[in-house]
Nanobody, 115 residues
Framework: QVQLVESGGGLVQAGGSLRLSCVPS????????VAWHRQAPGKQRELVAR???????YYADSVRGRFTISRDNAKNTVFLQMNSLRPEDTAVYYC?????????WGQGTQVTVSS
């Protein structure tokens, strides 16, 4: 079992920045894929960004150029730096780690962007 703990969400004005953190309960960051998803009210959960074990990154079109996913192996932490935030970025953001054949999810952190 792996527990994931997200932090860093909050309320920010449009154009502002936030940095989300995801810390797993086991030291898996350096060798496994980790992703951030988000779910807005009334919408399906969507993939926002992903980083693989070999540092390949993927971004949804809606966030490319504004969000950056990164990993600090020494701290066993994955970050999502979110700049130029927009009201449509408002959602609960979830961290997902793939360990073996299992996907583990965090509880989510709320991000609210006011206009």
């Amino acid at each position: 079992q792996v527990q994931l703990v997200e932090s860093g969400g909050g309320l920010v004005q449009a154009g502002g920045s936030l940095r989300l953190s995801c810390v797993p309960s086991r030291n898996i960051i350096s060798t496994n894929d980790v992703a951030w998803h988000r779910q807005a009210p009334g919408k399906q959960r969507e993939l926002v960004a992903r980083i693989t074990s070999v540092d390949t990154t993927y971004y949804a079109d809606s966030v490319r150029g504004r969000f950056t996913i990164s990993r600090d192996n020494a701290k066993n932490t994955v970050f999502l730096q979110m700049n130029s935030l927009r009201p449509e970025d408002t959602a609960v953001y979830y961290c997902r780690a793939t360990f073996g054949v299992t996907n583990y999810w965090g509880q989510g952190t709320q991000v609210t962007v006011s206009s």
